[in-house]
């Protein structure tokens, strides 16, 4: 807990050297320490170019952040694969251009990305889901106003992204382009059927025959001595899910006004309801009923390892990851290491109106922006129109039709080769101009996300699916611009939550309720006092 007090403390001294470089920058792009991804022996298709020509004869390098999640395949990078040498060959050569990544670790990526936007090193294009973090790097002069490069250079991005292109306009100015989210269901859950049959059970429906379920788990000790009944990591996809049945509150102003903005996801802190759901979950870990290591899993690879490795009976995850990956998905991994292992889709978790209520993500992404310090903002926007084109979309996201992927019913659908994996690993985290694909209506859109599971898993991906959408309710209409204090605090803000969720989790029971107002106390202070204040002011004026 000391080390995110520290971080805490780091995030201001951060912020004020930010805003001296901001003001004395000398137009330098930095300097990055990443592979280039420049090979030039992709030998897939190239797409349309001509409109993205560079006219200069001097070649220049354009730095571009990716994620890194650690799950390259072996002998390949974030930086250096074969996606990284589709792109340099299809846009990058054709417009003397160097594309250079730069790996940003994912559970690492706010603070990353403040320390390198401070120094004046960040990539030429950078990316991130928080919204604070965006406005808040606008406000002290920290990014290029991208309106009249995208009026020139952006036509492509105009036409896919359309309407979208508001949500990164903050007070008139676009200093963001925000990608298209195309699927909005958030989080879904699987248990063990096969533990289910041992004991004679059903699936559970209510969150009290849950509660029975993973008690009953525990009891037999079905995943063995290391039996984890619910899988838990310090992650939104375990916490929320649980968090927001809890509450009671319905209405739109008791989110404007007791709750705030962390990122792009609503946390309900003072919310009816709120202290409850932690209370319950300090039940279960007392209880031994989920991960007792839980705080250290922030990045969710011991989560998935407990499950595929059969620990767990209740697995919650980011809505169709589980299914993802084809033969290599983390069910199809499950039932190879574990003999009879099955799994169905639940609804664990009920609210006080026996509804599955549930937080749904909405229409818009990541947001994609140029630091004012680059000197490469027009190749930026240029990188963006050329990836949005249906041919390069199409190729980023499935690779090549026989070799990556096959035509099943008109829908490309990955093939689990080899091939696939090593050029299709992190697509989503290439293809930034869109988060999920898009075939034209919702209809379409289910129809391939069933496609794209393997034959035996479609008809329960496509229920889990559906269970997330069951009830799901997105966060209420965005304020007219992003609160100074949340852009100020996100990082703060998600620490102390975060140390609240640990804390309040981990006491003893008896300590439970000194525990959670502390940390709540803490949290309050830091940060949110001054958060609900100004959304308060914030909807009195929007009403």
Known sequence: MKALKRMGSLLFTVTLCFALIVGCSSNSTGTGNSNSGGSKSTTTPSSNQDSNKNESKERVKLRVEVFDRGNAPEGLTVTNNLMTEYVQKNFGDPNNIDIEYVAIPRSEEINSLNVQMAAGTAPDLIFTYNEG?????????????????????????????????????????????????VNLQKYSSLIRKDWLDQLQLPVPTTTEETYETLKAFKESNLGGQRTIPLSFALAPDSYEPVIWSFIKEQSDEARYLRSVTIGSREYPILMDGHKDALQFLNKLYNEGLLDQDFAL??????????????????????????????????????????????????????????????????????????????????????????????????????????????????????????????????????LIITNGIDFGSPEKNNEYNALSVVEKHREIATISREYANKDAVSQPIKFEKPLDSEAKYSVVMLEKYEELLVKSIMAKPDSFDQTYEAALKDFMDTAGNEVIQERTAMYEAMK
């Open 133 to 181: 973090a965006a406005y808040s790097w606008a406000q002290q002069g920290g990014l290029t106003d991208l309106g009249p490069i995208i009026d020139e250079h952006g036509p492509n991005i105009k036409n896919y992204l359309a309407d979208s292109l508001q949500y990164g306009v903050f007070e008139g100015t676009q200093y963001a382009v925000v990608a298209r989210r």
């Open 297 to 430: 899993d922030k990045d969710k690879k011991k989560k998935e390892e407990n499950f595929v490795n059969g620990y767990t009976g209740l697995y919650m995850a980011d809505t169709g990851t589980a299914f993802g990956g084809g033969e290599n998905s983390v069910v199809m991994t499950l039932e190879g290491n574990v003999e009879g292992a099955e799994v169905v889709p639940v609804l664990p978790w009920t609210d006080f109106e026996g509804k599955n209520r549930q937080p749904a993500y909405n229409p818009s992404g990541m947001y994609i922006m140029v630091p004012s310090f680059s000197e490469r903002a027009e190749e930026a926007v240029k990188y963006l129109n050329w990836m949005a084109q249906d041919e390069v979309i199409q190729y980023m996201a499935f690779g090549e039709e026989g070799l990556h992927h096959d035509l099943v019913n008109g829908y490309p659908v990955g093939n689990s080769s080899e091939e696939a994996q090593k050029l299709l690993f992190n697509s989503g985290d290439m």
